[in-house]
């Protein structure tokens, strides 16, 4: 037990020799690789200061040299600083016991591979049991004993790492000198590269100015870039280098430049040159501009046009029906919103997909409409101002024209034309009375006649029969009628237009007896004067038959006295007819409204005996053959037919 006790003792001892060696290794690694840093970055410092400040390179030269700078000295630093910092404090995987005995026992020849041995018969004493391990622990106790004396922190000599001093002692020599001899070469360098993404401008007799208040552009627009020129002196001609490619600068005066780029695609650098010096470089940012390229007009009608639905393109001005609804649909680019400005609102389109846009409103009256479209960036200018003319359903229009029968006054006949845009819903009659003694006929509202009807035909006519007979009129009624007519509005309701109102009026009673009286008279009156024309015409034939029974021959003075009679004949046989037109006229006139008198009956059935015997059928009859013969010239025949030829 008491020899176990001393083995513990004595291999805890052993490796603290070897921890206390492993810390001193890695004190000397750090040592080391910071001389060796020291000399890196010194000189990859004074490297690349040199050459910046020879080259004066341009932003994206600074930005790789700084990086690289950067790079390759935190990897130094990270491999033979950081690293061996870690391992001293057991932060990472350090040496090993195995791998410290092997760098010991190269370094002590009285050690050599004692102290590896030692370590594995250690591991291997692990593995035994009773006497064997007992004998194992004896021999490592032993080689313990003998490795005492030796110092292992020995192996590590700081003095070693003289030899690197150099490495760190030249370029910081040359980092003095430049110090004192041209410290500006250091300074500004280091500063531009420090400064990587900032352009400094060369030293120059004169100042780049740029006038602009802004570099922003938009696409495929003009954008002018404006130039000061400030200085001692002043340069003769500018160049404005456009993304690397120069071109002249336009003089306004010798402080003054300007130059025009036209329609802007894409964000551009922009640099001034003059007199081999060049300005810092400015970037010229192209704003999108949002845009329409093109649109499409969808016009739905109201459904009871009957009209098929319209598609237009890129058709701003509209004239439609009232009603209508107008579907836009808008194509767009780098457009985030498009809103359709009207007289007294202002709306947006609803978006659809990445570039497109609808839109939909139902027009019932005049309007007119700007279109805006916009993006994060900038609104656009308002497009031109569009109209919406809206045709407003017309009333319809009816013309009626009204007849009534000369015997018959209880009939009435009417023919009318009705026109309207769109077709019509409805034609009626409308009558009532405006004055009766019947107090029934009085409350009875307006009765209505639907007339049939065309309701898709725009233009068409119609008639109407009207028989007052079944309306039982009495003497003194007084009749209203008119025609209205309907179209086929569907949007603010059906429109009506009426004809001018037409009245019928029944004589009274005293009218009646008075008219009668009166008619009467008349026909009397014309019966005299037809029966005085008949005995005036029976004298003329009387003579001329006289004279041509003295003659051989007919001369033309006879044929003109025979066509005389001829033509006074036919005047006669018109005014009976007149006659008798007007006595039926009579006749029915009165029956319309009252029952004839028996002895007024009596006396016209009278007096249309008296009109039948002045010109009966057989009178008609041989004036006809009169004619006839008259044109053959026969005197024997014509003689013969005025003898026959008498009136009664």
């Known amino acids: 037990m008491a020899q176990s006790t001393a083995y513990k003792q004595n291999y805890e001892l052993l490796l603290q020799k070897l921890r206390d060696f492993k810390r001193k290794y890695y004190r000397n690694e750090i040592l080391k690789g910071g001389l060796y840093f020291a000399g890196v970055f010194l000189v990859s410092f004074l490297l690349i200061n040199a050459l910046e400040y020879f080259g004066r390179f341009d932003t994206t030269t600074r930005t790789v040299l700084f990086y690289a700078f950067i790079f390759a000295n935190g990897f130094i630093l990270a491999k033979y600083i950081v690293l061996p910092l870690l391992s001293l404090y057991e932060l990472r995987k350090n040496l090993s016991y195995n791998q410290a005995a092997t760098i010991i026992g190269t370094h ?131 160049f404005l280098m456009v993304d690397g490619n120069p071109v002249r600068m336009n003089a306004k005066n010798k402080t003054e430049f300007q130059y025009t780029l036209k329609n802007l695609q894409k964000n551009l650098s922009l640099q001034f040159n003059a007199n081999g010096f060049t300005s810092r470089p400015y970037a010229l940012k192209v704003l999108p501009k949002p845009s329409l390229q093109k649109f499409e007009v969808r016009l739905k009608y109201p459904t009871y046009l009957g009209k098929k639905e319209e598609l237009l393109q890129n058709v701003g001005d509209l004239t439609i029906p009232a009603g209508t609804t107008v579907q836009w649909k808008f194509f767009t680019e780098n457009t985030d919103q498009i809103q359709l400005a009207f007289k007294d609102k202002l709306i947006p389109a609803e978006r659809k997909g990445e570039n497109t846009y609808t839109f939909q409103n139902r027009f019932v009256q005049d309007d007119s409409y700007f279109l805006k479209t916009a993006n994060k960036y900038l609104q656009s200018a308002d497009s031109i101002q569009y109209m919406v003319n809206v045709v407003a359903d017309a009333y319809p229009s009816i013309r009626v024209e ?210 039948n015997e002045i010109m009966d059928d057989k009178t008609k009859k041989m004036l006809e053959e009169l004619q006839k013969l008259l044109e053959e010239n026969k005197k024997e025949d014509i003689q013969k037919q005025l003898d026959e030829m008498k009136f009664n």
């Open 108 to 238: 002590f020849s009285e050690v050599k591979d004692k102290l590896l041995n030692t370590l594995q018969l250690h591991s291997q004493a692990q593995g035994e049991n009773g006497f064997q391990k007992d004998l194992i622990e004896a021999s490592i106790n032993q080689k313990i004993d003998e490795l005492k004396p030796v110092p292992f922190v020995r192996a590590v000599d700081y003095k070693s790492n003289k030899k690197y001093m150099r490495y760190a002692a030249i370029p910081l020599a040359v980092l003095l000198i430049v110090l004192l001899g041209a410290p500006n070469m250091l300074l500004e360098s280091t500063e531009r590269l420090v400064k990587h993404d900032t352009y400094f401008e060369e030293q120059a007799p004169f100042q780049f100015i740029l006038a602009n208040d802004s570099l922003t552009g938009i696409r495929q627009q003009d954008f002018t870039v404006n130039l000061k020129i400030k200085g001692q002196e002043l340069p003769a001609e500018v």
């Open 402 to 611: 009204s007849e009534q029968d000369s015997t018959r006054l209880k009939n009435l006949y009417f023919t009318g034309e009705i026109t309207d845009d769109y077709g019509f819903s409805g034609l009626q009659f409308k009558y009532r009375f405006v004055k009766s003694d019947d107090s029934a006929k009085m409350r009875q509202p307006e009765q209505r006649q639907s007339l049939a009807i065309a309701k898709g035909k725009f233009l068409q006519s119609f008639y109407h029969f009207f028989d007052l007979n079944t309306l039982n009129i009495a003497p003194g009624d007084e009749l209203e009628y008119y025609f209205e007519v309907w179209d086929n509005d569907g949007v603010n309701g059906a429109k009506s237009a009426r004809s001018q109102k037409l009245a019928f009026r029944a004589p009274s009673l005293k009218e009646i007896e008075k008219n009668t009286a009166s008619n009467n008279k008349e026909l009397e009156n014309k019966m005299e004067s037809a029966i005085r024309d008949a005995a005036k015409l029976q004298k003329q034939m009387a003579d001329t038959r006289q004279k041509l029974m003295d003659k051989k021959n007919m001369d033309w003075q006879d044929k003109k006295q025979i066509d005389d009679i001829l033509k006074k004949q036919q005047e006669l046989e018109n005014k009976i007819e007149e006659i008798q037109k007007d006595y039926q006229k009579n006749i029915n006139q009165q029956n319309e409204f009252k029952q004839i008198d028996k002895e007024l009956l009596e006396k016209h059935q009278k007096m249309q005996e008296m009109l």
